[in-house]
C-alpha cells in the first residue's frame, strides 16, 4: 500500500487523456499573447508609427489586443474542464485514505481517528486543490515564460542568451532549495495533522478530562501542539522567502543584460520588443511561478507522501476463499496490546458450527471486543489459529461475516441506502423484510437516515446485516442504545436466520437467550449454557444477580 497515493494520483491523471488534450489546445491559445507581444509590438514601430504610419502602427497594436482576448479564452477554456480533470482525482484518494484506514490491522480501533479525518479533510483537499492550482497557475506561469523566451529568440536571437542563462540559472537554485522547502512543508503538514489529532481526543475525551480535573494537562498538550505548529509554519515561511528571491533575481537579471549586451545594430524597435517580452510576460511569469510554488506544487508533493506514509503499510487484501463449511476453530488464540502487556486471550479454543448462538460476557476491557475483532479478520492473529472451514480468516471471503459494532455506522443517504450496503442487489421486499424482522418496522425507507437517534441508527445497522446472506454474524454490543424488548426481538431474528450468531452481551439478558455462553475473565474462560454457569461460577452469578439487581 505504500505509494499507493502516489502511484494513484498520476493513474487517475493519466487517464483524463481528454481532458489533457482540451488543456494542451488551451496553453497554446494562452501562450499566444506572450509569444507574440514583442514582435507585434515591433512590427507597430518598424511598419506603422517610426515610418509615418500611425493607422497602421495601431492596427498592429490592435492585433495584440485581439491575441490577448485569444489568451483570455484559452484561460477560460481551462477553467471549464478542471472539474474533469481534479475531481476524480480527489474521489480515488479519498478511497486510498479509506482503504489504508480499513486495512489498517495493527490496531482495534473503537474511538473516531481524528488523523484519518485531517488526511480527508486536509491533505486530501490540498492535493485536489493543489493540481488544480498546478493546472491553472503554475501550467499557465510556464507556458507564458517559454513562450516569451521563444519570442524573444524570435525577434532578436543575438541577445537570447542573456535572457535563457540567467532564467536556467534561477530554475537551477531553485531545484538545489526544492529539498529544504519540501521538508518544511513536510514538516508543517505533520504539525497540522497533529495538532488535529490532539485537538480532537481532548475533545473526544471531555469527560475524562473533567472527571479527572485534567484541565491544566489537557490545555498544555494541546497547547504544545500548536505552538509546534506555527514554529514550521516560521521555518516554511524563511524557506520561502529566499526562493521568492531566487527566482526574481533570475527574473529581473534578464533586463539588466539585455539592456549592457545589445549590439549596435539592434534596431529600437526590437529593443522594445524585447523588453515587452521581459516585463510583460517573462518577469511576471516568472515571479508567480515563484509565489505559487510554495502553495501548490510543494504542497501536492508533500502531501501526497504524507498521504503514501500514513496509508496502511500492510498488503493484506481481502480474502476471497469460501470453503464447503463455515464452521469457526480457534486453537491456541492468544493475543495482547504490547510486547510486555499481560494476554487479554491467552491459549484460547472454541468451536462453532451453523445454528451456534454464542454470548460473550465478561468485566468491561476483559477481551470482548478483541475476539470480536479476532474472529471477524479485523485484527490479525499473533498466536494461534482462526480457521473459518479449514481456512485462516484472513483468507475468507469477506461477505462470509456480518459484523457490527456499538456505534452504528450509518451514511449520509436514504434508509433503504443504508440497510442495503452489504446487499446492495437486495430487492426492497427484502430489505423492507429486514426492518420489519429486527423490529424496524417504523423507519420510512426513502426517510434521510442520517437524520435518526442512536436508537434508530442500530436498527438500521441490525437490519443490514439480517438482509445479507452472510452466515456468520457478530454483534460487538450492537443493542446498546435499543430497549431490553427491542433487544431481544433484534437478536431473535437474526438468530432465525440460521448460521453462527456470537453476541458480545450488553445485557445479561443476552446470556439466556443463548444456546452458550463464554465467560472471559483473563487468562481463565468458562463455556456453558447459562443456567449452568449460573450454578458453577461465582463470578457469572454475580454479574447476572448485579444486572437482575
Not at 352 to 377: E, F, M, N, Q, Y
Request: net charge negative; glycine share 10%.
Amino acid at each position: 500500500m505504500k505509494g499507493g497515493a502516489a502511484a494513484e494520483y498520476w493513474r487517475v491523471l493519466g487517464a483524463q487523456w481528454r481532458g489533457w488534450l482540451v488543456l494542451v489546445a488551451c496553453s497554446i491559445l494562452e501562450g499566444l499573447p506572450a509569444f507574440l507581444s514583442g514582435a507585434l509590438v515591433q512590427a507597430a514601430i518598424d511598419r506603422g508609427f517610426a515610418v509615418g504610419r500611425p493607422l497602421e502602427g495601431i492596427t498592429w497594436l490592435g492585433a495584440f489586443g485581439g491575441v490577448a482576448v485569444v489568451g483570455a479564452l484559452g484561460a477560460r477554456l481551462v477553467w471549464s474542464r478542471l472539474g474533469a480533470v481534479v475531481e476524480p482525482v480527489r474521489d480515488a484518494l479519498v478511497g486510498v485514505v479509506v482503504r489504508g484506514v480499513l486495512r489498517d490491522r495493527t490496531g482495534h480501533r473503537v474511538a473516531p481517528d481524528a488523523s484519518a479525518v485531517a488526511r480527508i479533510s486536509q491533505h486530501v483537499e490540498i492535493v485536489r486543490d493543489a493540481t488544480a492550482g498546478m493546472l491553472v497557475q503554475a501550467r499557465g506561469m510556464v507556458v507564458t515564460a517559454v513562450a516569451a523566451v521563444l519570442g524573444v529568440a524570435v525577434v532578436a536571437g543575438d541577445v537570447v542568451w542573456a535572457v535563457a542563462l540567467p532564467v536556467a540559472g534561477a530554475a537551477g537554485a531553485f531545484v538545489v532549495l526544492l529539498p529544504a522547502l519540501a521538508k518544511g512543508q513536510r514538516e508543517l503538514t505533520l504539525a497540522d495533522e497533529a495538532t488535529a489529532k490532539v485537538a480532537g481526543e481532548a475533545l473526544a475525551g471531555l469527560p475524562d478530562i473533567a472527571a479527572c480535573a485534567a484541565y491544566d494537562t489537557a490545555e498544555s498538550t494541546v497547547r504544545e501542539a500548536a505552538r509546534a505548529q506555527a514554529r514550521a509554519a516560521t521555518r516554511l515561511a524563511s524557506a520561502s522567502a529566499l526562493r521568492v528571491a531566487v527566482v526574481g533575481v533570475g527574473a529581473f537579471l534578464p533586463v539588466v543584460l539585455v539592456l549592457a549586451t545589445a549590439p549596435p545594430t539592434m534596431s529600437g524597435a526590437a529593443l522594445l520588443g524585447v523588453l515587452v517580452y521581459l516585463t510583460g510576460s517573462l518577469y511576471p511569469a516568472l515571479n508567480g511561478l515563484a509565489a505559487t510554488t510554495s502553495t501548490v506544487i510543494l504542497r501536492l508533493i508533500v502531501a501526497l507522501r504524507r498521504l503514501a506514509e500514513a496509508a496502511s503499510t500492510d498488503d493484506h487484501e481481502p480474502g476471497t476463499e469460501r470453503p464447503d463449511t463455515t464452521e469457526i476453530t480457534v486453537r491456541g488464540l492468544t493475543h495482547r496490546w504490547g510486547e510486555h502487556a499481560e494476554p487479554v486471550l491467552a491459549d484460547f479454543d472454541i468451536d462453532l458450527r451453523p445454528g451456534d448462538h454464542l454470548c460473550v460476557v465478561g468485566p468491561s476491557g476483559i477481551g470482548k471486543s478483541t475476539l470480536a475483532a479476532l474472529l471477524t479478520g479485523l485484527l490479525p492473529v499473533q498466536h494461534g489459529t482462526v480457521e473459518i472451514g479449514g481456512v485462516p480468516v484472513e483468507r475468507i471471503d469477506p461477505a462470509l461475516i456480518a459484523f457490527t459494532p456499538q456505534e452504528a455506522y450509518v451514511f449520509a443517504g436514504t434508509v433503504r441506502e443504508n440497510i442495503a450496503l452489504l446487499n446492495p442487489d437486495a430487492p426492497d421486499e427484502r430489505l423492507a423484510q429486514a426492518a420489519r424482522e429486527v423490529g424496524a418496522a417504523h423507519l420510512d425507507l426513502d426517510a434521510d437516515a442520517s437524520a435518526l437517534d442512536p436508537a434508530d441508527r442500530q436498527l438500521i445497522a441490525l437490519a443490514r446485516v439480517h438482509a445479507t446472506d452472510a452466515p456468520i454474524v457478530v454483534l460487538d454490543e450492537a443493542t446498546s442504545h435499543l430497549t431490553a424488548r427491542q433487544e431481544a426481538a433484534a437478536e431473535r431474528a437474526i438468530a432465525d436466520r440460521g448460521g453462527i450468531l456470537v453476541v458480545i452481551a450488553h445485557r445479561m439478558s443476552s446470556a439466556e437467550r443463548a444456546s452458550r455462553v463464554l465467560l472471559l475473565d483473563g487468562r481463565h474462560t468458562l463455556l456453558g449454557a447459562h443456567a449452568d454457569l449460573a450454578r458453577r461460577s461465582e463470578q457469572y452469578a454475580g454479574l447476572v444477580n448485579a444486572w437482575s439487581g
